[in-house]
């Protein structure tokens, strides 16, 4: 049971390129979320999903894509990168009506 | 709308004192209140969570907040800490109708020996 993962770990881009986060999580969990966490500002919701086949924004979704093709997996695209989006992003997931988030270990992105 | 305020940036003990860590929100409703801990280079990890009932709610790793509706205030409390505990802490509040929660900026807690 690996819970939530999130690939890559680590990634610099260039400003303008595009690339896609993946994370997967194997409970079974109807929610989940995408959010950002940047120094002195806590965690950011950018987009988050209540089943597969939606999403839905969050606090921050501009300059943000997500896709929820599988239940077990929540896509978070960066079409043309910016350096405001360097960040640290995290995933979470849960289950209907626990609203207990389990989060995965984070992916560090840098846009130079 | 709703938002949570963790007045401490950071917060330094000595091992063996007891903790506590202040957060307060702003939300319409009854509202759903977390604690989560994160270590360094790791995730977040849920301590514990208020719905309803008993305000006085006990968690993992020895932890515990109060629910103070009058106050606006769901603080950490710890009666004895460990160097393990050295840590980020952060309160969160939600969900809001669009399913959504809303955390604080965190507070950084150093552990002295």
């Known amino acids: 049971n690996a819970g939530v993962t999130q690939t890559p770990k680590f990634r610099v881009l260039k400003t303008g390129q595009s690339m896609t986060l993946l994370c997967a999580q194997d409970m079974n969990h109807e929610y989940m979320y995408w959010y950002r966490q940047d120094p002195g500002m806590g965690l950011r919701l950018i987009h988050y999903?209540?089943?597969?086949?939606?999403?839905a924004k969050g606090e921050v979704p501009d300059g943000y894509n997500v896709s929820r093709l599988k239940k077990q997996n929540f896509l978070l695209g960066l079409e043309s990168a910016a350096p405001s989006q360097t960040s640290v992003y995290f995933c979470?997931?849960?289950?209907?009506?626990?609203?207990?988030?389990?989060f995965g270990p984070g992916t560090r992105l840098t846009v130079t | 709308a709703q938002s949570v305020t963790q007045p401490d940036i950071h917060i330094t003990v000595s091992e063996g004192a007891s903790l506590e860590l202040r957060c307060n929100y702003s939300y319409g409703a009854t509202p759903y209140l977390f604690w989560y801990v994160q270590s360094p280079g790791q995730g977040l990890q849920l301590l514990l969570k208020y719905f309803s009932g008993d305000t006085l709610v006990q968690g993992i790793k020895g932890f515990e907040a109060e629910f103070k509706r009058s106050q606006s205030s769901f603080n950490l409390r710890k009666p004895s800490v460990h160097w393990s505990d050295a840590a980020e802490y952060f309160c969160a509040v939600g969900p809001n109708t669009g399913n959504q929660f809303y955390f604080g900026t965190g507070t950084s807690l150093t552990v002295i020996p």
């Open positions: 999903s209540v089943g597969e086949g939606t999403t």
């Open positions: 979470a997931s849960s289950w209907v009506g626990s609203y207990e988030q389990y």
